[in-house]
């Protein structure tokens, strides 16, 4: 069975720093295009960043230079670092695995993991 585990959210100060995890079972993730994104209570899923299979990554608009994507092939597992950490950034994180395939590909999305940013 496919899975992708999340785990690292909580409660942080404004200016913190938070690491979230995303562990995945059933797939290597080498071979897919892995994202995170957010979504906050009344608001739509918003892309936080892509980490492409072959190493490329590309991030929102309100989370670049303070949010980085990174990828442990050993681990099976995908990284968010997230610093200098504001309220505006309180969400749901979610991540996503996605490859191409036969039809409609393959598309795979965790649980996800409270963030909550005090002020």
């Known amino acids: 069975q496919v899975q992708l585990v999340e785990s690292g959210g909580g409660l942080v100060q404004a200016g913190g720093s938070l690491r979230l995890s995303c562990a995945a079972y059933?797939?290597?993730?080498?071979?897919?295009?892995l994202g995170w994104y957010r979504q906050a209570p009344g608001e739509q899923r918003e892309l936080v960043g892509t980490f492409s299979s072959g190493g490329s990554t590309n991030y929102g608009g309100s989370v670049k230079g303070r949010f980085t994507i990174s990828r442990d092939n050993a681990k099976n597992t995908v990284y968010l670092q997230m610093n200098s950490l504001q309220p505006e950034d309180t969400a749901r994180y979610y991540c996503?695995?996605?490859?191409?395939?036969?039809?409609?590909?393959?598309?795979?999305w965790g649980q996800g993991t409270q963030v909550t940013v005090s002020s």
């Open positions: 996503n695995a996605v490859r191409a395939g036969a039809g409609s590909g393959w598309n795979y």
């Open positions: 059933g797939i290597t993730i080498s071979s897919y295009t």
